[in-house]
C-alpha cells in the first residue's frame, strides 16, 4: 500500500494546512484539511481510517503527541483538500484541541481536522493510514484510543506519510 498527498511537497506540508494558512474556525484552528491518495491497497479492504499526529509536540505538551485528525469507515480511496469540513461520508474523532492543552475546545469544534501550528520549532506530521478488513462501531467524536481497539486484529496493510511543517 502507498499513500501520497498533493499537500506535501519534498517533504514539506503546504501552508494553507496549517497556521500560515487562511482558513480557521471559530477558536483560531486551521481547518483547511491535508488531501491523501491511498493506492494499491490490499485485496479485502472494506475501509480506511486515519491518525494524523505530531510526535514532536512530546516536549510542548509534557509527554503527549498531538492529534490532528482521526478519520475512520472511509470507503474511497482518494480525500481531497478540505473535505474534512464537508464530507458526510465517513466518521471523524476527536482531535487534541478539545484537550486541556488544546485550550479546552468543544468536542463539536473538534471532529473534524484541526491543522498544524508548531510552537517552537518546524515539528514533523505523520500521517498513519490504515486498509481495514471492516467498517469500525464507532461515532463521531471517537477517541484515539478507541480506535485502536476497534481496529485491533483488522488491519490488512498501514502506511505513514511524513512531511514537516514550518512555524
Known amino acids: 500500500m502507498n499513500v501520497t498527498s498533493s499537500g506535501i511537497i519534498n517533504g514539506v506540508i503546504q501552508p494553507q494546512y496549517g497556521g500560515h494558512g487562511t482558513q480557521f474556525n471559530e477558536n483560531g484552528i486551521p481547518t483547511y484539511s491535508l488531501p491523501f491518495t491511498v493506492e494499491d ?5 472494506v475501509s480506511v481510517a486515519i491518525v494524523l499526529e505530531d510526535k514532536d509536540a512530546y516536549p510542548v505538551t509534557g509527554g503527549f503527541a498531538r492529534i490532528h485528525w482521526l478519520a475512520a469507515n472511509i470507503t474511497r480511496f482518494e480525500i481531497k483538500e478540505n473535505e474534512s469540513q464537508m464530507a ?3 466518521v471523524q474523532g476527536r482531535n487534541s484541541w478539545t484537550s486541556v492543552q488544546g485550550g479546552k475546545q468543544s468536542t463539536e469544534l473538534s471532529c473534524y481536522y484541526g491543522g498544524m501550528t ?7 506530521y505523520e500521517l498513519h493510514v490504515y486498509a481495514l478488513d471492516k467498517m469500525l462501531d464507532l461515532e463521531r467524536g471517537f477517541l484515539l484510543n478507541e480506535l485502536y481497539c476497534e481496529m485491533d486484529g483488522h488491519i490488512l496493510d498501514q502506511y505513514t506519510l511524513k512531511g514537516i511543517y514550518e512555524n
Open 41 to 45: 491497497a490490499p485485496q479485502g479492504t
Open 88 to 90: 458526510e461520508d465517513f
Open 118 to 124: 508548531p510552537p517552537d520549532k518546524p515539528h514533523i
